[in-house]
């Protein structure tokens, strides 16, 4: 299938010289929550504005649906929906305005059902006549999100929704993208929290210092880089792993007190079983014992750091 | 043409207007009655009569000029400086608009605007001295010319202005001297030769003899030359409007 977003040879230098993009290149697949990892300053906000016609790119280009972002940028923009990191709203209109407002600048004409619709999964449907300026950094944020969603876009960027929200309200805005995917929304989104791609998206890209260093399925991801250990304290120091054992992808510590055993998550669990059947058999007792998971947050870091 | 989008921006750039009521029709309204009180009826009354016109319908023009110029530029600089200054432009910018329907609707919302208040100053005016409106439909046309003209020199400003100060300080030292000494008060026929030369490098000049001379049949050049004015400086205005969107000038990082 043919990707909604093709980036390619995407750079962007800004006029104080500043290189925040360099020679990006990115496709985004039709339908997918794609998750945009990266440091403070490694060009998340700098790539989504450039796709959103807000920043002029210094070279290459991006396709929206097979649309060019510059040439034939009515049809590229009608599609898609931005919810910016800031929250800037205006004041003194109403949620209502705002929200109808956006809908006509994006071409659409008047349907008050669906402005209603929107409001209503957002919770907003009772601010609808406040004004902007009586609310709250959370519920701007949600206005900034039906205002994104009140023309009906084919692609939705996110940039960093959950910065500043509650635990309640990202639970619901999780399931709202996670319902929006199955009406056949595409959904781009920053975030600094891991927990949150590795919950919500099909694909991980991350990217540093202006370039993309990482695109993968986020399933594949923690299955590649993602190991799980057993780490067992024995009751007695070991000379050296008995025969009986080599079948195990084992390590023993230096000292001969830790005994650590490496495994894939996706294995099945029997191994652990066996594993402490076996050496109850040889003998070894242990005292206490841990396993650890390497998440996509130590993957993240691993790699932000590795590639430095 | 996103006909949807012009529609939107307008509606709300005159909803702004709505809640700024005070400040955007009845300011311009008191301190034009002040200038009628203090000049049409107190001094006025000693001034003799040029053409049969009293001093006080003379400076009618002058004085509508004055607040169309000024309200025109203050209007359409703020409606496109402020979404700049809150960061609310990014959806201008991502939306599916041509800067062409930008254009229109700020442009046309705040000369929509300075059309209705230069109408209200008219009637203002009607209340303090007898009016004549020798050719109507050439009073509307420089009335509507002119506003949409200096409107879009105003969104010129705001697109320029990076802080509050730049957006007042054309209006303030450019356009106010320029309209004051630009026969607003006075037909530049009575100065000197030389100042009456120096005058007619003032554009103002020209827009006031022309919307004058609608009013009255008097003017201080004729009245083509005021029309031929106007429309170079829309042309001006329009050109660098156009640069200004074709290389995103402070509106595009
Ligand atoms: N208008 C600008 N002029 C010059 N440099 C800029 C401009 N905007 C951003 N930058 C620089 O470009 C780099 C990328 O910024 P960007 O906002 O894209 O980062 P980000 O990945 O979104 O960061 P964060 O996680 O903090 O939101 C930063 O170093 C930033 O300082
Ligand atoms: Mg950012």
């Known amino acids: 299938m043919q990707p909604i977003i093709t980036i390619t040879n995407l750079s962007k230098t800004y006029a104080s010289g500043f290189q925040a993009l360099k020679h990006v290149n990115l496709e985004i697949r039709r339908g997918e929550i794609f998750a945009l990892l990266g440091p403070n300053g490694a060009g998340k906000t700098t790539l989504i ?14 396709l929206v649906d097979g649309h060019d972002i510059a040439t034939d940028y009515r049809a590229a ?38 402005i209603e619709k929107v409001l209503r999964a957002l919770s907003l449907w009772d601010k609808k006549d406040n004004k902007l300026i009586t609310l709250s950094g959370g519920m701007k944020r949600r206005v900034l ?6 023309h009906e876009p084919t692609v939705l960027f996110l940039d960093e929704p959950t910065a500043g929200v509650d635990v309640e309200l990202r639970r619901d805005m999780w399931q709202l993208v996670r319902s929006l995917q199955d009406s056949g929304v595409t959904i781009i989104l920053t975030t600094h929290y891991i927990e949150e791609a590795e919950e919500m998206a099909d694909r991980i890209g991350v990217i540093r210092r202006g370039e993309i260093i990482l695109v993968e399925d986020k399933a594949e991801l923690v299955r590649k880089l993602g190991k799980k250990q057993l780490t067992l304290q024995l009751d007695a120091p070991l000379e050296r792993l008995p025969t009986e054992l080599a079948g ?44 650890t998971q390497s998440s996509l947050e130590d993957i993240f870091v691993s790699l932000v750091r590795e590639k430095k | 043409m996103n006909i949807h989008a012009i529609n939107a921006i307008y509606r709300f750039e005159m909803a702004r207007t709505g809640r700024t009521l005070m400040q955007s029709i009845v300011s311009p309204v008191i301190s034009t009655s002040l200038y009628f009180i203090v000049f049409g009826a107190a001094i006025g009354s000693r001034i003799p009569q040029s053409h049969g016109i009293s001093y006080g319908a003379f400076i009618v023009p ?14 359409a600089s703020f409606g496109i400086y402020f979404p700049r200054f809150t960061g609310t432009i990014y959806e201008l910018l991502s939306a599916p608009v041509s800067y062409l329907e930008i254009v229109i609707s700020y442009v046309g919302a705040a000369a929509t605007k300075s059309i209705i208040l230069g109408l209200i100053i008219l009637a203002t005016a009607g209340l303090f001295v007898p009016l004549q409106v020798v050719h109507p439909l050439w009073m509307m046309l420089f009335l509507v010319l002119t506003a949409v003209t200096f409107s879009l020199f105003g969104f010129i400003i705001g697109i320029w202005a990076d802080n509050f100060e730049k957006l007042q300080v054309i209006p303030l030292l450019i356009i106010t001297p320029l309209t004051f000494l630009g026969g607003s008060f006075y037909s530049i026929d009575i100065l000197p030769p030389f100042w009456r030369t120096v005058a007619l490098f003032n554009p103002v000049v020209y827009l006031i003899s022309g919307f004058r001379w609608s009013f009255y049949g008097l003017a201080d050049v004729h009245v083509g030359v005021s029309l031929g004015m106007t429309v170079v400086f829309l042309a001006l205005f329009m050109a660098i409007v156009a640069w200004i969107f074709k290389t995103g000038y402070r509106l595009k990082a």
């Open chain 1, 248 to 291: 195990y992808q084992l390590d023993l510590s230096g000292d001969g007190t830790e005994l650590t055993y490496t495994y894939d998550t996706q294995g099945e669990r029997a191994g652990i079983i066996a594993l402490l059947q076996d050496l109850n058999r040889s003998g070894i007792r242990f005292k206490d014992l841990q396993t």
């Open chain 1, 49 to 62: 504005s450039t796709i959103c016609g807000i920043i002029n790119p210094s070279e290459g280009r991006v």
């Open chain 2, 62 to 75: 002058g004085l509508i000029m004055l607040s169309l110029l000024t309200q025109s530029i203050a209007n």
């Open chain 1, 145 to 150: 999100i039906a205002k994104a969603l009140s």
């Open chain 1, 77 to 114: 923009r009608a599609m898609i929906g931005l919810v910016p990191q800031e929250l800037t709203t205006d004041a003194f209109e109403t949620v209502w305005a705002t929200v109808s407002f956006s809908r006509g600048l994006f071409g659409k004409r008047k349907n008050p059902a669906h």
